[in-house]
């Protein structure tokens, strides 16, 4: 699981039947710190974020697939599954 803000809505005209009703946004992985990590991913979503949202994603095909409640096979690779509130760092741990 990663932390990422959603950064953008994805309009797909044609998308796999098992996609259908389901909303694709943009994310961007985010360190710890909240300084990007690495380049924004396409999502399928799970729990109605919208853009500016921080959010929890996997990145695991069949994590992200059963997240969103799709039938096994679906071509999914990554899912918005929560929303986050707050981050807390205890003191001395990286």
Same mark, same amino acid.
């Given at each position: 699981? *990663?932390? $990422?803000?959603?950064?953008?809505?994805?309009?797909?005209? %044609? +998308?796999? !039947?098992?996609?259908? /009703?389901? +909303?694709?946004? *943009?994310? %961007?992985?985010?360190?710890?710190?909240?300084?990007?990590?690495?380049? &924004?991913?396409? &999502? *399928?979503? &799970?729990?109605? &974020?919208? =853009?500016?949202?921080?959010?929890? =994603?996997?990145?695991?095909?069949? $994590? $992200?697939?059963?997240?969103?409640?799709?039938?096994? /096979?679906?071509?999914?690779?990554? $899912?918005?599954?929560?929303? =986050?509130? %707050? =981050?807390?760092? *205890? !003191?001395?741990?990286?």
């Amino acid at each position: 699981m *990663l932390i $990422a803000r959603v950064v953008g809505d994805v309009t797909a005209t %044609q +998308k796999h !039947p098992s996609h259908e /009703g389901r +909303k694709i946004l *943009l994310v %961007q992985p985010l360190n710890l710190d909240g300084t990007n990590r690495g380049d &924004a991913v396409v &999502a *399928l979503d &799970a729990v109605d &974020a919208g =853009i500016g949202d921080r959010v929890l =994603i996997v990145t695991d095909g069949f $994590a $992200a697939m059963t997240a969103v409640g799709r039938p096994l /096979g679906s071509p999914i690779d990554v $899912a918005v599954i929560g929303f =986050i509130d %707050q =981050i807390e760092l *205890l !003191p001395g741990v990286s």
